[in-house]
Each structure stands twice: as structure tokens, then as C-alpha cells.
């Protein structure tokens, strides 16, 4: 007769609280990081803080890479540390005491930790590959999910904690011949560490040559990664047009440049990352006219909200708003060179936003107007 399997009929020799809790450090460190650096990650899209500014400049690039690293180690940790505790699934119902009743509340605790955890993994792996197979928004799902899953990971280390002290003091408990516990561990940290090593070359560049787990290597046109195309972008025809023209907007006042008008002002060259969301970045060297420059010629001041504008016309992404410190900042450059070259038509000829810290997906491409906002 087939049965239902029972806690019993599962072999614990390589399983146990000494795997779980080691495991569980890492997986919680894995987790911690992860949470702060996207709570970062969400104070940064929004703007507007006022933690949020120009320096670092590369801050966003750290935080980021972190995020993204410390999440796709967390894969490998959180499948070992399901797999040994995934026996206690079959331990049978609680009892209708008052310990049932708590049992109860702790299972249903773990599944809402569980299921919040496959949740942001899996999304946030989804955004890394650019597949979206759903249709809500992800930045603001991902975000809230993310309060639930770290307080059931609260929740969870302090009921368990009498339970993590104790297993971490006491010895691995091995097996006389076969698998041991160690192996299982070693094997884990092996995996863990090689996703966030084949996956830290997106940032890191002497990394780079290993890096077969980065879904952009960095490597592209002029030495630098595209996310979207310009025929992607549908900005094939405009962006090359003879009569593209800047527009730049304060209130009643206004300036029209056309390229040449561009190349004829007073040009800044710096050096500065571009820092994408999915966690590759490189730095390059961008030569254009600082946007404080810009907004000099209409008579606006340096320290102004800017809304900035693509000549793309779908996507969430083609306005994006340049906080004051930004704009002020005199490395915020409507860039018109990319490493030593025009830039190059996928990279947002003839113009785009390059400012220090700040989201790559907010370093707009093929700009073709600025508007003062206040
Ligand atoms: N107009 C516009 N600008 C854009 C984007 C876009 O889709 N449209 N993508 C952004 C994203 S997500 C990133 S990471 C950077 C990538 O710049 P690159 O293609 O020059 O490497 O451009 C940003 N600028
Ligand atoms: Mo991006």
C-alpha cells in the first residue's frame, strides 16, 4: 500500500539543525544585504530623498552589484537549506492544543517566508534576464514583497534562535563512513561562492573573464553594454535626423540647439559609471556639456529640477526627472561622446544624460528636450 512519507522515514545523518542553522547564517547574511541594498536600490529610483546625491559616484554601482550578487547567492543557500528541512513537511497536522495552536502560527510563518523568498529570487532573476511573464509592475511588487519576506526572516531567527545557538555550538555530528555534513556544507559555500564570483565580473572588471553568469558582460559598442537599441527604441529615423534640435525650457524663457550648437559649447570630459539595475556596470569616459551649463542659457538655475525628455515616446523610462543636486553637480553632462568617439547611435546619439550616481536606467538616451520643473 502507498503512504504518505512521515518525518521518520528521512534519512537525517547529512540533515539536522547543524546543516539548517549554517546554512541559515549565510542565507540570513545573504538575505540582509540583499534587503538594504534594495531598499537602497528604491530610495535611489525615487529621487527625491535627501540621502540621495551625486556622491559616491559610484555608490549606486556597489550597492547594486551587491544586490544582484547577494541575491543569486542566496538561490543556491535558500535550495540547500529547503532541502533540509523539507522532511518536516510530512510531520503531520497540529493538534488542537494551545502548543498546536502556536505550531500552527510558526508553520504558516515559514510558508509566508518561503513563499516570499521563491518569490523575490525568481522576480528578481526574471528582471535580470529581462523576462517579465507577468503582467503587475515589478519595481513595486519586488519592493513590497520584500518588507513581507525580511519580516518573516525576523520573525523566523527569533523563534529559532534558541535552536540556531544551540546546533552552532555543538559539534557537526558526522557520520561513521558515507556523506557527511561537512560535505554537504563545503559543497554548499563551493556553489555559493562560484555564483557570486562567475556573476561578480558584471562589476568587477578583473572579474570579467569569468564571468559566464553575467547576462551583460559590459562589453559592447565602445567598449560598453546596450540595454535597449535604437531601433528597439524606435528612434532609428529621429535620433539621426539633419534637423534634430535640443530644446531647453524654463518657464517663459527657451533655447533650440541644434548638434553643432551642442559641439560648439564649452565641452567636459569625466569619468563615470553606468550602473544598471540588473547589476552590470563599467565605467567610461563621457565628454559632453554640463547640464548646469544648459540651463545657464536660459537663465535657470543650476540647482533646478529637470524633467528630461527622449525622443522615445514609449516606455516608462523615456522621461526621467533630474533632481536638484543633480543638475547642479558640474559632472552631469548631456553626453555627446562616449571614450574618445561621437557617440554611438545605440548608446543615445546625439545626446544623453551621464550623472554620477545615479540608476543606469535613469541616464536617459537620445534627449531631445529639457524642461525646467522647478
Ligand atoms: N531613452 C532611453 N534611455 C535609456 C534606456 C531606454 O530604454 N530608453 N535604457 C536605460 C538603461 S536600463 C540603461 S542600463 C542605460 C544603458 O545605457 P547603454 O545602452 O548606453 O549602455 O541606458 C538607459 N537609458
Ligand atoms: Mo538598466
Request: aromatic residues 8%; positive net charge.
Amino acid at each position: 500500500m502507498m503512504r504518505l512519507p512521515r518525518v521518520e522515514d528521512f534519512d537525517t545523518s547529512l540533515r539536522g539543525p547543524e546543516t539548517t542553522s549554517r546554512v541559515g547564517v549565510w542565507l540570513g547574511l545573504a538575505f540582509g544585504i540583499c534587503f538594504a541594498t534594495g531598499v537602497w536600490s528604491h530610495l535611489q529610483y525615487a529621487g527625491s530623498s535627501a540621502l540621495v546625491g551625486p556622491n559616491p559616484v559610484s555608490l549606486y554601482r556597489v550597492t547594486q552589484g551587491l544586490h544582484v550578487i547577494t541575491g543569486l547567492a542566496a538561490i543556491p543557500l535558500l535550495l540547500v537549506k529547503l532541502w533540509s528541512v523539507y522532511p518536516l513537511l510530512f510531520q503531520g497536522l497540529p493538534r488542537p492544543t494551545r502548543q498546536g495552536i502556536v505550531d500552527a502560527l510558526e508553520r504558516l510563518s515559514i510558508a509566508v517566508l518561503v513563499a516570499s523568498a521563491i518569490f523575490q529570487l525568481l522576480t528578481g532573476l526574471l528582471n535580470i534576464v529581462q523576462w517579465y511573464p507577468w503582467s503587475f509592475s515589478f519595481r513595486s511588487t519586488h519592493y513590497a514583497l520584500a518588507w513581507v519576506a525580511i519580516g518573516a526572516v525576523v520573525l523566523h531567527v527569533a523563534i529559532k534562535l534558541p535552536i540556531v545557538r544551540d546546533a552552532l555550538t555543538r559539534p557537526l555530528a558526522e557520520p561513521d563512513s558515507g556523506l557527511s555534513r561537512r560535505t554537504v556544507l563545503r559543497a554548499t559555500t563551493g556553489a555559493t561562492a562560484a555564483v557570486a564570483a562567475l556573476t561578480a565580473g558584471q562589476s568587477v572588471g578583473w572579474l570579467r573573464q569569468i564571468s559566464v553568469f553575467a547576462v551583460r558582460d559590459g562589453s559592447g559598442p565602445q567598449g560598453l553594454a546596450i540595454n535597449r537599441t535604437a531601433r528597439a527604441a524606435g528612434v532609428l529615423d529621429t535620433a539621426t535626423a539633419d534637423d534634430f534640435r535640443l530644446e531647453i525650457v524654463a518657464g517663459d524663457s527657451s533655447r533650440t540647439l541644434s548638434l553643432v550648437d551642442l559641439q560648439a559649447l564649452p565641452q567636459r570630459t569625466h569619468q563615470l559609471p553606468l550602473a544598471c539595475v540588473e547589476g552590470w556596470s563599467r565605467s567610461a569616459e563621457w565628454t559632453g556639456v554640463a547640464v548646469r551649463d544648459l540651463l545657464d542659457l536660459v537663465g535657470a538655475p543650476a540647482d533646478s529640477t529637470v524633467r528630461v525628455v527622449s525622443l522615445q515616446t514609449r516606455g516608462a523610462f523615456s522621461q526621467t526627472t533630474l533632481p536638484a543636486s543633480f543638475s547642479a553637480d558640474a559632472r552631469t553632462l548631456l553626453a555627446l561622446r562616449l571614450n574618445g568617439e561621437t557617440l554611438n547611435l545605440d548608446h543615445g546619439f546625439p545626446c544623453r544624460i551621464i550623472a554620477p550616481n545615479r540608476p543606469g536606467v535613469m541616464q536617459t538616451k537620445w534627449v531631445t528636450r529639457l524642461e525646467v520643473l522647478a
